[in-house]
């Protein structure tokens, strides 16, 4: 079984940062690209960030210049630096893993989510 959870969120006023963080754990051989998401009320779940296993990221175009993705792979854990934050990045944030678990088998889990919220 595989877990990811997520741990960081909480409320903010705007212009403000925050750094959000998932550790994926359990039954794990090798965690490759992990990404952040976003759900704000109302709205589609949409991409914040990812990052593969060497590292490289993409962002999506809001988010670019304010947001920084990184991931150390000892410890299974991707993080979200989140600075300049604006109301409009008020949503629940979650975190996505593609693992390969010890059933050899490879697919993509979630973590519950975190709520961040941004004060104006």
């Known amino acids: 079984q595989v877990q990811l959870v997520e741990s960081g969120g909480g409320l903010v006023q705007a212009g403000g940062s925050l750094n959000i963080s998932c550790a994926a754990s359990?039954?794990?051989?090798?965690?490759?690209?992990m990404g952040w998401y976003r759900q704000a009320p109302g709205k589609q779940r949409e991409l914040v960030a990812t990052?593969?296993?060497?590292?490289?990221?993409n962002y999506a175009e809001s988010v670019t210049s304010r947001f920084t993705i990184s991931r150390d792979n000892a410890k299974n854990t991707v993080y979200l630096q989140m600075n300049s934050l604006k109301p409009e990045d008020t949503a629940v944030y979650y975190c996505?893993?593609?693992?390969?678990?010890?059933?050899?088998?490879?697919?993509?889990?979630w973590g519950q989510g975190t709520q961040v919220t941004v004060s104006s």
């Open positions: 996505k893993g593609v693992i390969l678990n010890r059933r050899g088998l490879t697919a993509e889990y």
């Open positions: 359990g039954s794990i051989l090798r965690v490759d690209t």
């Open positions: 990052i593969a296993r060497g590292g490289m990221t």
